[in-house]
């Protein structure tokens, strides 16, 4: 069985992390090989990101879009843990957000005409199996990350979370029919949540 290409994308707070978990445990037990990955990467590209998303250093918008466009080639292309080795190998790949997040985060900022451009044309980015996105309303977002977390990176204050989501939501429209894209509502129990993601997820394999 050939390797899938899933990514996990949803607001900060949105439960990405444990469902991705949940995800993998849950595809395990079905005997698929998985392998769970994130972006920023921990690449040299990613580190740079890192600090600038930790307030460490001062990256403008457009400069955070070209990072994020030069790590997510590396984490496609690196020959030994990359994307694209890995899946070669028949192992799926779950990642912890991909280009949709650049769309949304860089994208409130300066647009996304080009963002988009930049990242579906290139030739060493790949497609997605399936983009699943993990909805929660703002308020609850913020909730968690105030329950979460003793310190908050630059997008999480809810001003900037109520325009990520709107440019989520646009973004996805926009990919709708290109893209295989499941919205699933975030805000309920994880274990319902992950019913969901694992029902999304399984048509891939030929499963229902």
């Known amino acids: 069985m050939g390797g899938k290409f899933i990514v996990i994308e949803g607001l900060d707070g949105s439960g990405k992390g444990t469902q991705t978990a949940m995800l993998e445990q849950s595809l395990k037990e079905r005997g698929i090989k998985t392998h769970l990955t994130c972006e920023p990467t921990q690449y040299a590209t990613g580190g740079l990101i890192r ?24 984490h496609c292309e690196n020959p030994k843990d990359g994307i694209k080795a890995l899946l070669s190998r028949g192992i799926t790949v779950i990642c912890d957000r991909y280009y949709f997040s650049t769309l949304a985060y860089q994208g409130a900022e300066i647009g996304y005409d080009w963002l988009m451009a930049a990242n579906l044309s290139c030739p060493a980015i790949l497609k997605p199996d399936i983009c699943i996105f993990l909805d929660v309303p703002t308020s609850e977002a913020d909730r968690r990350i105030a329950l979460g977390r003793s310190s908050r990176e630059i997008f999480e204050n809810a001003e900037t979370i109520e325009k990520v989501r709107k440019k989520y939501l646009e973004a996805l429209g926009l990919l709708e029919k290109t893209h295989n894209i499941a919205l699933i509502n975030a805000a309920r129990r994880p274990e319902e949540v992950a019913e969901d993601v694992l029902a999304a997820v399984l048509p891939l394999y030929g499963e229902s």
Do not use: C, K, V
């Not at 600090?51 to 590396?74: C, K, N, Q, V, Y």
């Open 51 to 74: 600090d600038a998303l930790a307030g460490l250093s001062s990256r403008t918008p457009h400069e955070m879009a070209g990072l994020f466009l030069a790590d997510r080639i590396a």
